[in-house]
């Protein structure tokens, strides 16, 4: 164990609240998605998507930007995902020069293509490799933070207390807990009751993962793990006012109602905030269906947007979709939960193939 002084977590924006957190979405938390959400918003702490480690890797410049360029005042905590220790320790020396908050490790990533390589979630069947690579990674962040984000287990959740055990051990400054295993994917409903089981047993804060749809879901799901905060993924791209309003319902202050005019605003600007020089108007409005996928589940109960904005090809059909169904009825309601059954799903521009955690890899 490293006997320097540590840093203590970051403070929230409110102060004493429980905190938020954007969770890393590969392909999703670049620093133009991570602007657009400060805009409406910003969660407590950002998590980079997953930097790539191996025997060749380097972190990936566009991730550096997210981190390096980040003006949104909140801290950033660089998420690594590999295997071999000496490369993950060369990793944190080769960040150090950058204005991280932290380092996380994934021990969650359920693409089969990663975990086959024992990594992310691959990680949790080998307990006691987790325990080399804290250990290796505790003693390379003296004086810093090093947190970890894992799912509760891989094919069955028996090694739970034990990786909890080796959270303690290594004195891991945070913890956040998907309350699923790596075989159930998406597919179930999250064990909240598990995260309150990392609650009891960790010494550490723990944020709770999965299926945070609403500020009001947020809250009672607080309330029924005792975590210190929550993580949010993909409703956040749904809605990203949601950090803004969990901030709300904890101060006990009414949540704010959004409209169909918010959402139309949200769209226009996320259209330009990823746009870059170069980038093929086709693809641009392909990457744009992958965040309307989620958008599109609060809009209307048939999915009829979802329907339309999946079929166009290009930018004026984009915001002509938006306009017919985010501008006709502007004042009403862009409702806090998904509709039931309208399911986010890949569009079929996008290649199947995956090699981790991505858009394309979610369907629910
Ligand atoms: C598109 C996408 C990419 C993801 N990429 C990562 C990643 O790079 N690292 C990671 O730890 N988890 C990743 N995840 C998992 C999320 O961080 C989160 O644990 C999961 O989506 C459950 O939270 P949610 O229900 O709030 O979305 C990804 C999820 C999605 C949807």
Known sequence: MSTAVRASLPYGIQSGGPLTAL??????????????????????????????????????????????????????FAQLIGEDIFHLTRTVDELRDHPIAGIDLNLGCPAPKVYKKNVGGGLLRDPDHVDRILGALRAATPGGLFTVKMRIGFENTDNFDRLLDLINAHHVDLLSVHGRTVREMYRCEVHYDFIARAVARVKCPVLANGNVTSAARAAEILKETGAAGVMIGRHAIRNPWLFRQCREIFSGQPVTRLTLADVREYVERLYRSTWHEGFPERAHVNKMKKYLNFVGQSVDADGAFLHAMRRTETEAQLFAVCDQHLLAEPEREFVPEPYPGVIARPNCETPAAVDGCSLESITA
């Open 23 to 76: 969770a890393p979405m590969q392909d999703v938390t670049d620093l133009a998605f991570m602007r657009v959400i400060a805009h409406y918003g910003a969660p407590d702490y950002y998590f980079t998507e997953f930097l790539r480690v191996h025997g060749q890797s380097h972190p990936e410049k566009h991730i550096l930007r997210s981190i390096d360029e980040n003006t949104t005042g909140r801290p950033v």
